[in-house]
């Protein structure tokens, strides 16, 4: 079992920026890639981008160029560094740890409870 707890979530204005933080606990954190996932009301839950156990990353077009996925395995810690936030990026976001870095919310085993990210205009 991997526990997840997410953190950092806010109020912030269109162009600013925030960091989440996912701290985990439980089996060895180093093993799992991490990956970060945000729903807005009434849409699905997307992936943001992930990150390997090994320190490769994935991002959705969508925010590539504006964030970055980092981890401190010695905290057992991911992190999302959000910069040039807009109105579209309101979601609650997730984290989650699977085995692999996948694309598919099916495939991660362990979840975050969310932290809401409100971006003003």
């Known amino acids: 079992q991997v526990q997840l707890v997410e953190s950092g979530g806010g109020l912030v204005q269109a162009g600013g920026s925030l960091r989440l933080s996912c701290a985990a606990s439980g089996r060895t954190f180093s093993n799992y890639a991490i990956a970060w996932f945000r729903q807005a009301p009434g849409k699905e839950r997307d992936l943001v981008g992930a990150i390997s156990w090994s320190g490769s990353t994935y991002y959705a077009d969508s925010v590539k160029g504006r964030f970055t996925i980092s981890r401190d395995n010695a905290k057992n810690t991911v992190y999302l560094q959000m910069n040039s936030l807009k109105p579209a990026d309101t979601a609650v976001y997730y984290c989650?740890?699977?085995?692999?870095?996948?694309?598919?919310?099916?495939?991660?085993?362990?979840w975050g409870q969310g932290t809401q990210v409100t971006v003003s205009s």
């Open positions: 989650a740890a699977a085995s692999s870095m996948y694309k598919l919310r099916r495939q991660y085993d362990y």
